[in-house]
């Protein structure tokens, strides 16, 4: 699989030859919003436990053709997950706030049809509370990461592009995170880097779909 895809990401920017038409100055808007809510209860023996978890994230990206191929922007994106567990007393509390750049590169492929490739680099601030065995825990962090999506769009009318996407097929992450507990003065600091791809034993890991605007300049 990993083969393949590298032939195809070759195929599609490297044999083409033919260039996307989109209009210079033409702005492009992708958004998108995801909501997920889990409830679970079992009962056992005279006791009762509890699991619940909310979460959801809001992501925007706004972009302007420099080229009539070539589309460059910035994104930003909110996220926040809850979990409860009793009677564990269990609780988490967890926020991501995030921007980035992009550029995206098209390239035309049968009627309507275009290729791309998306070079990212995003920052991200993480902040949140842990109460484990009755100990709060205080997490702050930061992660940078730059990261390579390849895709196929179909242009569906003059206005709206449907695309497919290998999310992230390669990526390179750093992350910082330091916690603080309520009951010592103990600081743990936890820096890491690491280079990933959503193929995992050969096989596709992030597959994504969704739409795009085309807005006017």
Do not use: C, W
């Not at 967890?94 to 290729?115: C, K, P, Q, V």
């Not at 825990?137 to 390849?150: A, F, H, V």
């Amino acid at each position: 699989m990993k083969k393949a895809i590298v032939l195809l990401t070759t195929v599609l920017f490297f044999v083409l030859k033919s260039t996307a038409q989109f209009e210079t100055g033409q702005r492009i808007f992708s958004g998108g919003i995801n909501f997920n809510n889990y409830n679970n209860q079992t009962d056992l023996n005279n006791s009762t436990s509890k699991n619940a978890q909310t979460s959801f994230s809001l992501d925007a990206s706004l972009g302007k053709f420099v080229r009539s191929n070539v589309s460059r922007g910035f994104s930003i994106n909110y996220g926040h997950n809850y979990q409860k567990s009793d009677p564990s007393a269990y609780k988490l509390n967890y926020n991501s706030i995030g921007i980035g750049l992009f550029s995206t590169h098209y390239r035309s492929f049968g009627r309507n049809f275009y290729g791309f490739l998306r070079f990212t680099v995003n920052g991200s601030y993480q902040f949140g509370t842990t109460v484990q065995s009755g100990v709060d825990q205080k997490n702050r962090g930061y992660e940078l990461s730059t990261g390579l999506t390849p895709g196929i769009s179909y242009r569906l009318n003059k206005r709206v592009l449907v695309n497919g996407t290998l999310n992230n097929i390669a990526s390179l992450n750093f992350n910082h995170r330091r916690t603080t507990y309520s009951n010592s003065g103990e600081v743990n600091k936890i820096n890491q880097t690491g280079l990933y791809s959503s193929l995992s034993n050969g096989s596709l890991g992030a597959i994504g779909i969704g739409f795009s605007l085309l807005l006017n300049k």
